[in-house]
């Protein structure tokens, strides 16, 4: 698969090994979604790249001790007794900079609590000859090492480079994909990169599908567990709260019902989830984020999404290797999952972009009620708002993933709803469809997938 993407991330790494004095730069980010990759393409032959792993220190000195040979001849001829002679050692066969990157430093400092307070010192002397990647997938432990204030190594970064997955337009590109299919593929393998080259072995989505992630033999079978061994304690208890996410438990007091434990005691991990970008709140706009009451938990992982929705509830059948009912569960919600996943890349779109001309602040949904014409009370939801930055103008809504639609009838429909919200008198309504095929009529209100990937560029 071609490489994509990551140009900031690859000029801002370039940047930082390139300043006058050396630098000490950290790499994290969630599994798989491309930091060695990335790190190993601004890294040249004169720079140093090891790999760790979770075997004892002096082993893994050896074997770092090898790798820096490559660059220093007889390196490995000497035995270090600790990180700090090694350190040292390199210091002092440096003539001109180069990087050394530790991949995996958790590993390293699993199994030796000393090499924070070790690197911290000798950061501090401000004597070392050569840059310093330091890369890790443990968000946790990253953070720990990092950003927590007591940490030895706090304030010693030259910059903290977190990756994000990667955006919906370059699976398109990866896979040579057009709009809609990318739509439905990222709904799926959302922006790792790993899991779109797994998915670009196999024929089709459905190949993809059993072969990688609906069956026990599956590379992707088991990978949430493997994602969250990285980052959580409680890897059962996590892994229900998902499942119960997934199928749609929402809210807070939902979930606690169904872990039967008071909804204080899941602050904490359900915190944790959304810091790690498993989940996310879902709140209506205009309505302040830390509303417990109006907040709803959501998968935020589109690969999470999908492994809990259509995963782990048919478990037993995966085991057994029956493949009709999650055929059937596929075919009853696998279009309705596709269409969840595209109003959330249509607010994501939206958000901070030019839409017609205007431009828009966060999108969000909104749900709630309202008094119709005949002053009855009448439940209503938009799948996109979001307000202009001038404030003058109100964008509403309406995401369908579904065949050719009547564009007039949503239109008035939509604007029908948005007049009776209390707050539509403070500004000009602007209704957009967000479709998956052109309107039957052509209403030019319409935005298209091949549109949402352009804005999402
Ligand atoms: N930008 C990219 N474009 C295309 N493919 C990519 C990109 N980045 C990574 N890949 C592919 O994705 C796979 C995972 O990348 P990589 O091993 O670098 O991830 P990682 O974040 O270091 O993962 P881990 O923490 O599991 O080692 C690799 O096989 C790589 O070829």
Redesign the pocket.
Known sequence: ??????IDEAARLKDALAREKSSLVVMY??????????I?RVLSDNDVYFLADRSEDQHQRTLLAKVIAQIFPDFDKLTYPDWESMFRAVNYRTDKRFTLCL??FPYLVEQSSELPSVLQKLVDEKQLKYNLVL?G?SQNMMYGLFLDSTAPLYGRADEIMK?AP?RLP?IQE?LSLDAMNAIEEYAVWGGV??Y??LRENRSSLDDALWRNILSVNGTLYEEPIKLFQDDVKDIVKTSTIMSYIGTGANRLSEIAARCNEPATNLSRPLKKLIDLGFLEKDVPFGIDEKNAKKSLYKIADPFMAFYYQFVVPNRSFIELGRRLPIEQALNAHFSEYVSMKWEKLCRDAVTGNLVNGVVYGKAKRWWGTVFNEDKKPEQVEFDVMAESLDKKYLLVGECKWTTRENGKQLTAELLRKANMLPFAKNYTIVPILFLKNAPKDDVGNAILPENVVELMR
């Open positions: 698969m071609k490489f994509v993407d990551r980010g969630r599994r798989r979604l491309g930091k060695s990759t990335l190993k991949d995996e890369c997938s990756l990667i370059y990866a990169p790993r779109w080259e």
